[in-house]
């Protein structure tokens, strides 16, 4: 499916965040058909849980401090550090310091825009 591209300037203030789970929220901020960036809030202890997905993804830690497993492996990152999700790669995260992660994706996540 073919999506518009989003605005070319994004300002937090306008946009809207998306309740996404307990602790969790999502704001998307630009997209178009091959790549997608989302910022989202973790109250301290949310969890985004273990999932996969056919989308590459780059996250970088804007704020706060999560335990962030990929795989097999787990590590704890705090604000200024990103991590690297290959295709289908098992992952998730659980929030230790109240945070911000900046989440790219490719292609966009056609299950956001519902």
């Keep these: 499916m073919n999506y518009l591209a989003s605005n070319l300037f994004f300002k937090e203030e306008e946009t809207q965040w998306e309740v996404v789970g307990e602790g969790v929220q999502r704001q998307i901020v630009g997209f178009d058909d091959r790549v997608m ?28 401090k999560f335990e962030v497993t990929i795989e097999d492996e787990t590590r704890i990152l705090k604000k200024g550090d990103s991590f690297y999700i290959p295709s289908d790669k098992i992952h998730g995260v659980v929030c230790l310091e109240e945070g911000m992660l900046i989440d790219v994706f490719s292609p966009i996540r056609e299950d956001f825009m519902k």
């Excluded at 960036?37 to 704020?63: C, R, S, W, Y």
Aim: hydrophobic letters at 35%; zero cysteines; a neutral charge.
């Design 37 to 64: 960036m989302v910022n989202v809030k973790f109250d301290k202890g949310a969890i985004g849980p273990l999932h996969n997905h056919h989308h590459t993804q780059v996250t970088h830690i804007a704020e706060g």
